[in-house]
């Protein structure tokens, strides 16, 4: 139990929120509702604060609700977006839904026997009993024009001249009534969101004040950004996704391993549920000793077990360290064969037959002659940095250019990582 304004202000988690919620807050459990845009069947890092929001808020005692915006979810949010989006279709949206809500149990308690346990909900179950003229004879004709137009994300739409369609206009509306539903039928009288959403979440304070004459309360997190400017969450590969099958824990990982020491003190406190005494120490630790990357492991370390496993974790620094030669052949052959070639991603690759594979005259022919000139030059210059001590296969030290291939084990059943020198990595397949 904590409480929650104090936890998301030391932690740099608020933008906006409206008049005493605070005071709200104070006189018991009370219910939010954070939305999710059901764009994909999965949450990317981008959505992380959220989370972290909800998980906060049910921590300090409160109930939170996870909306997924099945009816919203086929329009799509037109805030501070430059063009509209693809509709989807049911099936998707219904893949897309049942694909965050089991992201989202890693982070809030669903059980059944807590009085604050988390829910889910999703618009569509509410929003599809309306029929159009109903829409907007009870939820329209309380909000004006004049209103919707003040908004910051529809007047940027407008003002660079490409344009909002009715159907996008609409939008605000309809997460208006999302909350207005919410407040009336489940007593939720707070909804979070990034700071983006400002203008649609005041639409349903609005609109309950207007349609019950009831109190309603908002807060908004602040959108996350790079010290150097560029979009969080971005890669040159695209989107850093809690789905394993999208991003890889090892990618995962990395992606928190390298950010810089400026982003790594405020992403600490957003996306871990360190104590304040904790992050300040690491901090510490930190700020004696930069080069150990003490905040970055630690921001790694905790997110990674909190979106996958402990076990995928361990994996990710097995992978880590093989390139900075602190592993081990046996760290080496636990990686699974994704991992292993992300590890090694642009390392230069040999292909081998199987057959001309199993009739090698030994090392040197491996290296030499089958490795097609791209390790080595020729046999020659391949015995020589052998006998030189400089020549390792799957992390073991090549030392006798006179050796067999046949005790060599073949990683994943058909590669073999081949270390020339300190730096010089190089990966030979062998094909069926």
């Known amino acids: 139990m904590n409480n929650f304004i104090e936890e998301l202000r030391w932690r740099g988690m608020i933008q906006d929120m409206t008049p005493e919620l605070e005071e709200h807050l ?11 845009d059901p764009t994909a069947d999965s949450l990317h890092i981008g959505h992380l604060v959220g989370v972290m929001t909800l998980l906060h808020f049910q921590r300090s005692g409160h109930k939170p609700f996870a909306l997924v915006g099945g009816a919203t979810g086929m329009i799509g949010d037109p805030s501070f ?31 059944d026997d807590k009085e ?7 618009n569509y179950d ?7 003229l109903d829409f907007i004879r009870d939820v329209g004709k309380h909000i004006t024009v004049n209103y919707m137009m003040s908004k910051d994300s529809v007047k940027r739409r407008l003002e660079e001249g490409n344009g909002l369609s009715f159907t996008e206009f609409t939008y605000q509306l309809i997460q208006g009534y999302d909350f207005y539903h919410l407040w009336k039928n489940k007593n939720c009288t707070m909804q979070l969101g990034g700071s983006d959403q400002w203008g649609n979440i005041v639409t349903g304070t609005e609109l309950i004040r207007r349609k019950e004459g009831g109190s309603a309360f908002a807060l908004t997190v602040p959108l996350i950004t790079k010290a150097d400017g560029s979009k969080f969450g971005k890669t040159e590969g695209g989107s850093v996704w809690l789905d394993p099958e999208k991003t890889s824990p090892y990618a995962f990982y990395q992606f928190w391993l390298n950010v810089s020491d400026e982003d790594a003190s405020k992403y600490i406190r957003i996306f871990t549920t360190l104590d304040q005494a904790t992050i300040e120490g690491l ?3 930190h700020s004696e000793a930069p080069h150990l990357r003490i905040l970055q492991k630690e921001i790694a370390k905790e997110i990674t077990i909190m979106v996958h496993s402990t076990a995928d974790y361990e994996m990710a620094v097995k992978a880590s360290e093989i390139l900075f030669g602190k592993s081990s052949t046996e760290d080496l052959a636990s990686l699974d064969e994704r991992t292993f070639l992300q590890v090694f991603e ?5 292909e081998i037959s199987k057959s001309d594979y199993d ?25 020589k940095m052998v006998q030189g001590g400089g020549v390792s296969i799957n992390k073991i030290k090549v030392s006798d250019p006179q050796a067999s291939t046949e005790n060599l084990e073949l990683l994943q059943g058909k590669y073999l990582l081949v270390q020339k020198g300190k730096k010089n990595y190089f990966i030979i397949k062998v094909t069926a």
């Open 283 to 285: 901090e510490k630790e």
């Open 116 to 122: 604050n346990k988390a829910e889910l909900v999703n």
């Open 346 to 350: 642009g390392v230069p690759q040999v």
């Open 359 to 383: 009739e090698l005259a030994g090392i040197l022919d491996l290296l030499g002659d089958k490795g097609q000139g791209v390790i080595f030059g020729s046999k020659g210059e391949a015995r």
């Open 81 to 111: 977006k430059s063009a509209e989006r693809n509709l989807l279709d049911m099936e998707t949206l219904e893949n897309n839904i049942a694909g965050i809500q089991k992201q989202l149990s890693k982070f809030l308690n669903f059980d």
């Open 26 to 36: 104070n006189k018991g459990v009370t219910s939010a509702y954070l939305g999710f």
């Open 126 to 132: 509410w929003m599809s009993q309306f029929s159009f």
